[in-house]
């Protein structure tokens, strides 16, 4: 491609920027990114309080996260911040250990046959589901993988025939069930449904096991993790920074119409004329939201084909509040409460993050998920009074909420659609309307896999 073509893409998150540096990188430098809102970051949202910053979106990072290390080295900062640590609560608030097998006599015969399945777990992975790994769910449901190597920092592209991928189409649990290995959800469960990505019940294993592949599950059990000091936020405010043309704050896009091999856009009532388009804000919201986001089928000249493929994505309902405590109710840790991890549970507390270990003049912030593929979705403002009376009951109660939001989040397909190769049929589509896809949803709903598939695109297709 023509290295002054003219890009725009849309959205200031991670997604979005990092599109913006590996473009830059490949030398094209006539890119625009249009960002609706006065910040960037998008889910990586981190205000001030008290003098420190705060996560109310993206809290944390592994060591395989290698795009977003291509940022920080981009940007000369580094994972700073403050160590993650966590204990665990039942529904009753008393503190549990559920993985001691000292503290948990009867359950010993439990653990040991978990222990059993998690080392088979792993050597499935490797063996049986060979390329399970790779960015991206191309070729997937054909029983291919396609697409760049996870498993070291050089990211090279790799490819291959393996029908039992075929297997990732399965929702999670059944997955487990078919290869015997039920009991590692109880471990995989923590980093997945209480991080707002749904239930195993209902959710695809392509996503869970690209997210958490086993290396990166088993990160998340030592608590081996990256956090920064001014949050992940700053993160995308750097790269933002150090690149040639930052993102244009406060762009509303009305319209876009594709034609004759351009790209015309309507920004803040101007017209701008673009060669390509990437998109890695929301394809498709399936209802109306207050906070006014749409999905670009609604301000884009939608194909039948686009709009056919994205109006099968769904996304979870994932609230966040930031509340004070007193000093005498602040936690002493983090705490996880497995009990609510279950759909009969929606739209209660599920994990509570205390980030600041040295001061109680922080707040806390909470995570609960209020929808199911097969229930009703709790509304916001019931959730929200669940949340806060299980604070109580988990003795930690809330004196003021700071901060809340009900966010678009972990945008996905369900397991009908993923094995009906959605995927391929939408990567057959990028460049087609001299447009590309990006963003959450075309590999997972967090910062690396984001960055990785911006990463990629512009290999595959700049
Ligand atoms: C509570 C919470 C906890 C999380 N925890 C983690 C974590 O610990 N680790 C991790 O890696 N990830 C985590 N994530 C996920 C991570 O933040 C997201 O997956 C990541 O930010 C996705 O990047 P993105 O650029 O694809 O989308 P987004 O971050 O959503 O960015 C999209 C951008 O597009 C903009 N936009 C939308 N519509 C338009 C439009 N029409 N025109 C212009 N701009 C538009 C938005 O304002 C936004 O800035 C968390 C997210 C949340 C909410």
């Known amino acids: 491609m023509d290295k002054n073509t003219r890009i725009c893409i849309v959205g200031g998150g991670p997604a979005g920027l990092s599109a913006g540096m590996y473009l830059e990188q490949k030398g094209y430098e006539n890119y625009t990114i249009l960002e609706r809102l006065d910040r960037v970051g998008g889910k990586c949202w981190s205000p001030t309080y008290n003098g420190r910053r705060y996560e109310m979106g993206a809290i944390m990072g592994v060591p395989s996260y290698y795009a977003v290390h291509d940022v920080e080295e981009f940007c000369g900062i580094t994972h700073d911040g403050p160590k993650l640590n966590r204990n665990y609560k039942n529904r009753q608030g008393k503190v549990i250990e559920p993985f001691e097998p000292k503290k948990n006599l009867l359950k010993i015969p439990r653990l ?3 222990k059993k399945q998690l080392k088979k777990f792993g050597e499935l992975l ?3 589901y ?8 191309r070729g997937v449901a054909e029983g291919r993988y396609d697409g760049f190597s996870q498993t070291s920092a050089k990211r090279e592209p790799i490819k291959g025939e393996n029908p039992n991928l075929k297997d990732l189409s399965l929702p999670f649990s059944e997955f487990c069930k078919l290869n015997g290995v039920e009991l590692i959800q109880d471990i995989w469960i923590g980093p997945y449904t209480s991080f707002g990505y749904g239930s195993f019940d209902e959710i695809t294993a392509g996503y869970v096991v690209k997210y958490l592949d086993f290396q990166t599950c088993m990160n998340f059990v030592k608590i081996n993790l990256w956090t ?14 150090h690149l040639k043309h930052p993102a244009r704050l406060n762009s509303t896009i009305e319209s876009v119409e594709r034609k004759d091999g351009k790209v015309y856009v309507t920004v803040n009532g101007k017209v701008e004329e673009y060669d390509k388009i990437i998109v890695t804000a929301p394809l498709y919201i399936p209802n109306k939201r207050t906070d006014g986001q749409k999905g670009m089928v609604d301000y884009f000249d939608a194909r039948e084909d686009e709009k056919e493929l994205f109006s099968k994505i769904d996304y979870e309902r994932y609230d966040v509040l930031a509340v004070e405590t007193k000093p005498e109710d602040h936690p002493e840790i983090s705490y996880y409460v497995f009990d609510n991890m279950v759909p009969d549970r929606l739209g209660h507390l599920m994990v509570y993050y205390r980030r600041w270990r040295d001061t109680k003049d922080q707040v806390i912030t909470t995570y609960a998920l209020r929808k199911h593929k097969n229930t009703e979705e709790v509304p916001y403002e019931e959730c929200r009074k669940m949340v806060l009376e299980d604070l109580k009951t988990m003795n930690n109660p809330a004196s003021n909420v700071v901060n809340e939001w009900s966010v678009y989040y972990f945008p996905h397909v369900f397991s009908k659609d993923y094995a009906d190769g959605w995927y391929d049929k939408v990567e057959a589509m990028q460049g087609k309307y001299d447009t590309y896809y990006a963003g959450e949803v075309m590999s997972f709903g967090d910062m690396d896999e984001t960055a990785e598939y911006s990463r990629e695109l512009v290999e595959r297709f700049f």
Do not use: A, F, S
């Open 112 to 114: 040991l046959k978990m």
């Open 126 to 128: 490797e063996t049986k």
């Open 130 to 137: 060979k390329g399970y790994d790779v960015n991206g769910h």
């Open 228 to 241: 920064w000091k001014n949050g992940t936020q700053y993160i995308w405010e750097q790269l933002n920074d």
